[in-house]
């Protein structure tokens, strides 16, 4: 990292200097890193950087390398600059996010400074075994920002969030073997857009981008890079399919269900919104396997051979392809 963007941290920060603690993780295809960087002579004693270093291609592990596949990620970061300039403010400690002390573009460089989740109360991350005081920390996280966004126009956002989202993904649709779903994909799409109540999605709320208090009961999600428009089921669909396993995901799906609709009315309520919340559970309720159904479209063309394609997945999207057929 050169000196101006050092200059930012400290500048941000009224660090008098600072040191590398350790590189977090590497971005999906090296176009950059996420680092974390301790302060001396300021009051916070960390910060995580996030620092975007675009290279002209890519290496992306599932072969994707297309001019494509690159402008999807190169939008997907100013997307996230333009998250955390105009609306990370906007939430509240329900749906907690880190606080953003600076963002600064040079070249082909992108810097965000970010508020250190570790040091400030989450510090746990959890891989696969969880237990429901943390999948009811994370639905009550989804539907608090689903709730507070609700309306809200993705002005400099994609205007469809997630990354799965059929417009920007053409390439993993073509390559499709099952026609059935291939040929519903846009039905489903256009199902989904239509919603009357559209919020923003955070668009990658997989159990990896939630960072969890010591007792696994209030989460903090970070990477905002597909957040936009969209239908909160897809939020909530593709976090469940995260990290349970099919069985669960049919066993519990009710249960889940229950759980989030319960938190969402509650956070309507909470900020007083004019939205009619009973009428916005049936239209979400009804939309929930769509939403499944949209991911598992993705999965079947991008990798036909991922875990998460299963026989509960392969049923909801029948179901689904049959009732829009009807």
């Known amino acids: ?21 350790e590189v977090i993780q590497s971005l999906w295809s090296g176009y950059g890193e996420i680092v974390r960087f301790g302060l001396e002579g300021s009051e916070l004693e960390s910060v995580v950087v996030k620092h975007v270093n675009l290279p002209e291609g890519g290496s992306h592990p599932r072969g994707w390398n297309t001019n ?8 997907s970061y100013k997307v996230e600059t333009e998250w955390y300039k105009a ?9 907690k996010t880190p606080h953003c002390y600076a963002l600064e573009a040079k070249g082909n460089e992108v810097l965000m400074v970010l508020e250190d989740l570790d040091s400030t109360g989450f510090p746990k991350r959890l891989n696969s075994s969880v237990n429901w005081d943390n999948i009811n920390a994370c639905i009550r996280w989804l539907a608090s920002f689903h709730a507070t966004f609700m309306g809200e126009k993705p002005e400099g956002l994609w205007k469809t969030g997630t990354y ?34 559209q919020t923003l999605v955070h668009g990658d709320a997989k159990l990896a ?16 890079q597909y957040v936009g428009g969209g239908c909160g089921m897809k939020d909530l669909a593709y976090f469940i399919g995260s990290c349970m396993s099919e069985h669960d995901c049919e066993k519990y799906e009710n249960k889940l269900l229950d759980l989030y609709f319960s938190h969402l009315q509650g956070a309507l309520q909470k900020q007083n919104t004019p939205i009619d919340g009973k009428a916005l559970e049936t239209n979400w309720r009804e939309l929930y396997h769509l939403a499944w159904a949209d991911f598992h479209r993705f999965l079947k063309g991008w990798h036909p051979g991922h875990w ?19």
């Open 1 to 21: 990292m050169d000196q101006h963007f050092q200059n930012i941290i400290l500048e941000s920060t009224g660090a008098e200097s600072l040191y590398e603690i």
């Open 68 to 75: 494509l596949s690159h402008q999807r990620k190169l939008k």
């Open 87 to 95: 609306f990370n403010e906007k939430g509240n400690n329900d749906c």
């Open 164 to 197: 799965w989202h059929l417009e920007t993904r053409p390439e993993e649709l073509e390559v499709m073997d099952d026609l059935p779903l291939k040929n519903a994909a846009s039905a489903i799409d256009k199902k989904l857009s239509e919603s009357p109540f």
């Open 209 to 224: 981008n939630f960072c969890f208090s010591n007792d696994g009961k209030n989460v903090a999600a970070v990477d905002f």
């Open 308 to 326: 998460k394609i299963n026989s509960y997945s392969e049923r909801v999207s029948r179901e689904v392809i049959e009732k829009l057929s009807v």
